[in-house]
């Protein structure tokens, strides 16, 4: 008897948990404010990123609100955290869509992205990822737009330079994840096809900041250049490469460019590409004022990816069009090109941007050259 | 001569754990309770630490200041909530999940109060580097192998010698007799888990003075040192410290032979079949 | 509907997942914290199967259940040997090996990557795309794990899993096969995660390591206590309660910057409370 009881307790605390679940945060019926929604991790170890992430969205969006939004529509955004996980990104998803009708999310991580893309493809949702770098989101779905480059794009810059300067043999240092791995994966394909060889490969996890053993035994191999592909904890990895006193050089990726690491005496002397997105000073400053932080690249990326979805909602609204997943994602397509932080035009998926080669040097990230992929 | 300096980085990280491990053991050997709430400490004192020297206190206050607030942290989770649940006569599953609990508000209310951003100690002669030999390392290294293995010297001290370290010894031994001795288990498990807090302050600041502060970083640490304290045997602080030491210079060291992703599963595996060859742990006394 | 479908259908999955673990750590006593290997492992090999077109939904399903039956007699094998404690951190080892084996065996597992695309389920050969048609086949699903959970409770089976866990020795003594019990109790749980990992796999079309880590093997752990262990209830309460937990707190409106960290922390408060004022979770017997 009592396991009947129980399981018709259990029922009906199901339904109940149903009803909570349904009843979250109804759409609120403010006719002038346009609802978008964003899935990032927010929590555990990946909010390093997802924090900065949210922050540049919503320091985008304040500062459209506060001179009274897109044609005097206010735009709200909705914040998930997904811990980096795809089933709850899925959860996130349907009940970004079915709850608060957003048109369009925008979502980081290369995980909960390929996760989400399938639903974006079926309900026509814009999804925009403007942080995560995998080569397996370019083709993802015709609705998952990337406003970064995939590293491919990044790695055959750098790898060209790197010979050019004579540096012919290279060791990789890259995190154990989806960007890391993409990296190493284009690395070792391109470097050899530009004419190098790769002599060793060395993977840390992500978050773990003890990049030492991995150095020493990269180093091992004494090759010309240690290529860096990693996304979090730059300032311990110039650090420890400083302690080292190693006797090559270093050159990374875009996500080498922590303000932090910059600042640090320890990184005179790495080269990465760059994907050429800058704040403007007055921007970094207020942004730094809000948040305490550095607006880092992250930040910078959602910041100029909210800018984008500004741009596209303003045509929308003038054209007197509804602001659907669908026309977001054909408008986008129609503008193309777009000037924000940084000029960007959409041939496919994947945007198309300049990429240069810097140089850390006493505390500022110095652009030795420009170039476009193709 | 890469396996030197490997061999060295690998005692470094090493005694660092080893002290998180004896803090554990010192903690489950007497109370049995699996102290997941243990790893927030462990972040807390780092945080704690940084804020203090970010505006501008000594170092050294800052390190005595954030080890005296651990301690009363560890005190007020055993006394206001352990010590409520075994009153329930709550199980150890129930225990493990309300520690779990804990462990997330601390590690929240740190990501809530700082951001999730790794943050760096504004220690200038931390990364100051000397060379003996072919070996390099930094002065923040240095210090703690030497405080981490001050921090065992005077904790085998004070379990074997001093009279408080008896009485907890005797509860974790045989907490029913203990009480007809008028031991008082439940204050000596308070006292226990405060001990406990303030020794693993010590590397959860000086690990962080290396490699920087992360909300949720000190899981892994923590998972590490349990392994290393259940395979050094229950009870045996030398068996804990001496296996964290030996995990990281088995983790530094496999670098030579296998690639690095593989490293902790290679650990691991390596850790399952030694529990089924030797369930009871390396340094474990009969029982 | 969407949303709710996938939570039904994901809670569904969990269920599932809650009567696998709820079999094992409730009912048998075997503290095993590797189910979410297990279930990777079902995910991994349904999604293999469909993605290169080998079988079917269903003997792919099956196939999958079978190898997790095998897997999961193996991981649970060392509590033969090593009890208790011992043998919660053996299986922390066996969660972190298996991590770490599907995120570097890239040519299996899509390593960190994950596998995107596998095709939606099928029942002899007719596709089930839509989200409706997907919350039918899952609970059908659920409904055929807690039948098989309910009657296998009621029959002497059941009996001598409780008794064994309450009294190992004496069920010994008494002449029944203890082994023989232990490891078809392994075997059935075996079969619910590998099978629920199926449905996992092609309800999210999409897999990678971080769903079947030590987190999620923890989540299953607080949803079984929560919802109350060695009860049918409990398996179903607990994960519709937590799934839909996080969503209930994005009701709570809090600035927006800390507030994912603030959620977390009310839900840790919230585990603490749970666990002091109700430890027998909300359907259980007392643990």
Known sequence: ????????????????????????????????????????????????????????????????????????????????????????????FNKLVDLQKVPMIFTGYSGPSLAMAPLATRKKILLINAGAQSDKLRNASPYLVNTLPSTGDEVAVMSKYLIQQGKKTAAVLFENDAAGIGGRDDFLDLFPKAGGTVLAQEAVQFGQTDYRPALLKLSAAKPDVLYVVITAGMVPLVQQLKQMNAGFLVAGTTFMADPAAIADPASNGIIHTQVQIDAPPDLSTAFK?????????????????????????????????PITGENLHDTLFAIRSFQGLIPMEFKSNTATVPIGINKMENGKDVTLLKVTAE | MVWLQLLVNGLVTGAALGVVAISFALIYATTKIFHVAHAGV???????????????????????????????????????????????????????????????????????????????????????????????LTWTQILTVVLSVAAYAGTMWFAHRTILGKQIRAVASNPFLAEITRLRPQRIY??????????????????????????????????????????????????????????????????????????????????????LFRPTGLFAKAR | MDFLYSYIILAEVYVLLGLSTNLLVGI?????????????????????????????????????????????????????????????????GIQLLATAVFTNWTNATGGANGLPGIPPPDLFGLPLESTGQLVILCSVAMAIGGLAFWLLMRAPFGRLLRAI??????????????????????????????????????FLSFVDPSSFDLDASILLLTMVVVGGARTLAGSILGPFLLLALPQVLTLVEIP????????????????????????????????
């Open chain 1, 1 to 92: 008897m009592r396991q009947v009881q129980g399981v018709r307790r259990a029922l009906a605390a199901v339904v109940a948990g149903m009803v909570l679940a349904g009843m979250v945060r109804p759409a609120a019926a403010v006719a002038e404010t346009i609802r978008l929604g964003a899935i990032l991790p927010l929590t555990g170890p990946g909010a390093v990123v997802g924090t900065q992430e949210m922050r540049g969205i919503q320091f985008a969006f304040d500062a459209v609100n506060a001179k009274g939004g897109v044609q005097g529509n206010k735009i709200d955004v909705v914040f998930e955290d997904n811990q980096a996980k795809p089933d709850v990104s899925v959860l996130s």
């Open chain 1, 289 to 321: 004022a809000k948040y305490g932080d550095d607006m880092d690249f992250f930040a910078r990326q959602y910041y100029n990816a909210a800018q984008i979805m500004v741009t596209v909602i303003d045509k929308l609204l003038t054209e007197k069009k």
């Open chain 2, 42 to 136: 462990y972040t807390l004192a780092g945080y704690l630490a940084w804020s203090l020297a970010s505006r501008g206190m000594p170092d050294l206050v800052s390190l005595l200041v954030a080890i005296l607030c651990c301690t009363v942290v560890g005190a007020l989770i055993q006394h206001q909530l352990y010590a409520r649940l075994e009153r329930r006569r709550a199980t150890h599953l129930v225990v493990l999940i309300a520690s779990l609990g804990a462990l997330a508000v601390i590690q929240n209310v740190i990501a809530a109060t700082y951001s999730s951003n790794i943050l760096q100690f504004p220690v200038p002669w931390g990364s100051r580097v000397e060379t003996f030999g072919s070996v390099r």
């Open chain 2, 190 to 275: 308070v006292i226990v888990v405060a001990i406990g807090s303030a020794i693993v302050a010590l590397p959860g600041v000086l690990v962080p003075l290396d490699l920087g502060l992360q909300p949720y970083g000190g899981v892994t640490p923590l998972l590490t040192a349990t392994i290393a304290m259940i395979a050094g045997g229950v009870g045996s602080i030398t068996g804990a410290f001496v296996l964290a030491v030996g995990i990281a210079v088995l983790q530094n060291l496999s670098l030579l032979v296998i690639p690095g992703e593989w490293s902790i599963g290679v650990t691991f595996f390596i850790f399952v079949i030694f529990m």
């Open chain 3, 28 to 92: 048998a006593g075997i503290f095993s914290v590797s189910q979410a290997a297990v279930f990777g492992v079902g995910a991994y090999l349904v999604a293999h199967f469909l993605m290169t077109e080998t079988l079917g939904f269903i003997p792919a399903l099956v196939v999958a259940a079978a190898a997790c039956i095998a897997l999961n007699i193996v991981v649970t094998l060392p509590s033969l040997r090593v009890s208790g404690d011992y043998f919660v951190v053996t299986s922390f």
């Open chain 3, 165 to 202: 866990r309450e009294d190992e020795l004496a069920v010994a003594a008494a002449g029944k096969n203890v082994l023989r019990a232990k490891v078809s109790a392994a075997a059935l749980a075996g079969a619910f995660a590998g099978s629920a990992g199926g449905f996992y796999a092609t």
């Open chain 3, 256 to 287: 927006t910057s800390i507030a994912a960290a603030m959620r977390q922390l009310i839900y840790g408060v919230l585990l603490i409370l749970f666990m002091l004022f109700r430890p027998q979770g909300l359907a259980g017997e007392k643990l």
